[in-house]
């Protein structure tokens, strides 16, 4: 049967002072114009359910202009179990809630995951690199707490060790302490990624075969310790004495510039189409074609891993897409994966989608 979300309630949230949603378990679709409030919707929608959001916003961002506090919540329901998700943000701060009792957001992540995908998304092939490390590592922590853990220990291992790096005065004993837990940090965010990375691969490539047939595509990990295949990468022990060497061989230049350069902070991910970077090579209609299939390769790897699919949302991004893309669309919420939808144009879904779907009517006045 698997979980699923029933109603989301808002109170004082971003443009809404009051409002409650119930959602269909298969397709509901948010229609209204720009500037309604859909988009708050569905980010509250997935602030409940993988801890945080695309916006990346302050705890006062949330608050409705003239309110001190900002609440939301999500019940979920399935599988024999009924879970309320609360959130409460106000001015420094923001706090969940699971069943009445106060969680961190890791607390709230995996119950039901979530994979969004939205116009920003569409250029994450040719962005920078830290986009397509947060897109993997963003996706990682919502399937798998200790993926979490070792991704906030790397970046507080790697803030303290730029701090001591930019401070003339550290000695070579106290940054060589620093070194050792930042190979340590590092080697597991690195294991736990490129694992990760295989796992997606596989979906993505048979996500855009049915896209672009016609076309090979594959994505790769570029280490900054040099190359690393998936099968050497489960060597965490190889894997920490590569970043410690580097570590060693980097050390004048690191000292000279205050920085930090080398390990996962520093890597990418390299989309390939028939052999070319993409970053370089492809057609907006190519990298457009590479970000949806990555976006349904999440959704598959998300029922592999957790043997459920997540909520998927999509927000404003049929607009963006040409009626092939679209369509890619449509087979994937044609089946049981539960699905919010915003839109200012029920003319680019289909009939057979909208008679089955649950329309809701998003007004200017929210």
Not at 2 to 20: D, H, P
Not at 35 to 46: P, R
Not at 52 to 58: C, E, L
Not at 71 to 86: H, P, T
């Amino acid at each position: 049967m698997g979980i699923f979300a029933r109603t989301l309630t808002a109170q004082n949230y971003r443009s809404y002072i009051s409002f409650e949603l119930a959602l269909d378990e298969g397709v509901t679709v948010l229609v209204g114009p720009n500037a309604a409030g859909k988009t708050n919707l569905v980010e509250a929608i997935q602030l409940l359910t993988a801890g945080q959001s695309f916006r990346r916003p302050s705890p006062v961002d949330l608050v409705h202009d003239g309110a001190t506090r900002a609440q939301a919540s999500l019940r979920l329901e399935g599988d024999g179990r009924l879970v309320d998700i609360g959130l409460t943000s106000e001015r420094g701060r923001r706090s969940f809630t699971k069943n009445g009792k106060r969680v961190t957001a890791s607390g709230v992540r995996g119950i039901l995951p979530s994979v969004l995908f939205c116009p920003d998304h569409l250029d994450m092939v040719k962005r920078s690199a830290s986009v397509r490390r947060a897109a993997l590592d963003d996706f990682g922590v919502q399937l798998n707490e200790s993926y979490a853990q070792l991704v906030s220990s790397y970046e507080r291992t790697l803030e303290q060790r730029n701090n001591l790096l930019k401070d003339r005065f550290t000695s070579r004993d106290l940054l060589a302490a620093w070194d050792d837990a930042l190979v340590s940090a590092g080697a597991a965010v690195l294991v736990h990624r490129i694992a990760l990375l295989e796992r997606v691969r596989t979906r993505l490539i048979e996500a855009y075969r049915t896209i672009a047939p016609r076309e090979t595509i594959d994505v790769r990990y570029r280490a900054s310790i040099g190359g690393i295949t998936a099968d050497e990468a489960k060597d965490r022990d190889a894997v920490m004495t590569r970043i410690a060497d580097a570590l060693a061989e980097t050390a004048d230049e690191e000292a000279r510039r205050g920085l930090t350069l080398v390990g996962p902070h520093r890597d990418e991910i390299v989309f390939m189409i028939d052999g070319r970077d993409a970053r370089s090579f492809a057609s907006q209609g190519q990298q457009r074609s590479l970000v949806l299939a990555w976006k349904i390769a999440e959704v598959e790897v998300t029922q592999d891993i957790l043997g459920r699919y997540p909520i998927l949302l999509l927000d404003d991004v049929m607009s963006e897409l040409d009626e092939r893309r679209r369509e890619a669309i449509m087979r994937l919420i044609a089946g049981e994966i539960q699905t919010v939808i915003t839109t200012t144009n029920l003319g680019y879904f289909s009939s057979d989608i909208l008679d089955g779907a649950k329309v809701v009517h998003i007004g200017e006045a929210v």
